[in-house]
């Protein structure tokens, strides 16, 4: 199974009861792809007019940016270093309630209704607990909320309005390239690396680093085989991290076409199959940071799930 999948996806993929007792309270932060708010009433269906707040600012503010996950039902207090942390479960009743009212208000509080959100209902008891709302990045920035009638972003992990000339900017992602980093098994011991353009302009001259996981390595051949590999380069440390990172630097002869996909780089493993009884699954991780011409930055983990 190959992912893609955000900070913001990836932490609501492994969301259950268990995983936020055992891994966020006490020891999770608030930050940029995650926003925690108790209900206002939390013994009551209905959502009152902060709730309604909340939701269109955590819409507006994620799909705006990088995407993320508004939890409702968690406490989320202060530290030593005035860092928002998460202390504890103030569960909400009438769960069901609350999540058919957020569906139906999801359209009606943020202005173009944002594509691709998910609802996760995590029961403490009965028919009661915490909702999450994963919000994904959109594709058609900006969304103002409907309540304040404000533009929000996320950053510094807090919802903060933006000012015209951000605005802006956003109004003009509509018209750039959106690059997607892709790794796809080929045969039992290829990866090849590609770049899809999701955007509506065509992606000059590309830049992609990313790190090689323990057991992959690249082939020393560019794609057909036979030619020593140029176009990309090995580097050991990347933003202060040491390691082994993959640096493409073939870029100013390229472009990414919206709606196409490019190859670039062929990788190859060692993983040995076993008997069926004996299989395990893991995964590689990919961290990679991808960049064009008139378009934002985008860093992420691709991961590849494999059997050994």
């Known amino acids: 199974m190959l992912d893609n999948m955000d900070n913001a996806e990836s932490l609501f993929r492994k969301l259950d009861l268990a995983y936020v007792q055992q ?12 926003e925690c708010k108790e209900k206002q009433r939390p013994d009551q269906g209905p959502l009152d007019q902060g709730d309604k707040s909340n939701f269109a600012k955590a819409l507006s503010g994620f799909a705006n940016t990088s995407g993320g996950v508004l939890i409702l039902g968690l406490e989320a207090r202060k530290d030593n270093d005035d860092i928002d942390q998460i ?68 950053a510094g992990g807090v919802f903060s309005a933006m000012p015209v000339s951000l605005i802006e900017d956003l109004f003009a992602r509509r018209l750039r390239p959106a690059l997607e980093f892709i790794i796809r098994k080929i045969g039992n011991d290829r990866l090849v690396v590609s770049l899809a353009n999701r955007g509506k302009a065509s992606a000059r001259n590309p830049y992609v680093i990313f790190g090689l996981p323990n057991g992959i390595r690249q082939s020393g051949y560019e794609l057909n085989g036979n030619t020593r590999l140029e176009s990309w380069a090995a580097v050991h440390e990347y933003k202060g991290e040491k390691g082994v990172y993959m640096s493409f630097r073939a870029g100013s002869n390229l472009v990414v076409h919206p709606d196409s996909e490019v190859a670039l780089l062929q990788l190859q493993h060692s993983v040995v199959e076993r008997r069926e009884s004996m ?21 992420g983990v ?7």
Do not use: C
């Open 87 to 154: 202390v504890g479960i103030k569960p909400i009743k009438e769960l069901k309630k609350v999540e058919s009212a957020l569906r139906e208000l999801e359209s009606r509080v943020v202005e173009r209704m944002v594509a691709g959100v998910e609802y996760l209902p995590i029961a403490t008891a009965g028919d009661e607990g915490l909702i999450a709302v994963y919000i994904p990045q959109s594709e058609r920035p900006p969304h103002r909320s409907q309540i304040d009638n404000k533009f929000y972003l996320r």
């Open 23 to 34: 891994e966020m309270i006490g020891k999770a932060f608030e930050n940029n792809w995650l």
């Open 279 to 299: 299989r395990t699954t893991a995964t590689w991780d990919f961290a990679y940071h991808v960049y064009a011409e008139n378009m934002l930055p985008v860093e």
């Open 302 to 308: 691709f991961q590849v799930e494999f059997e050994a």
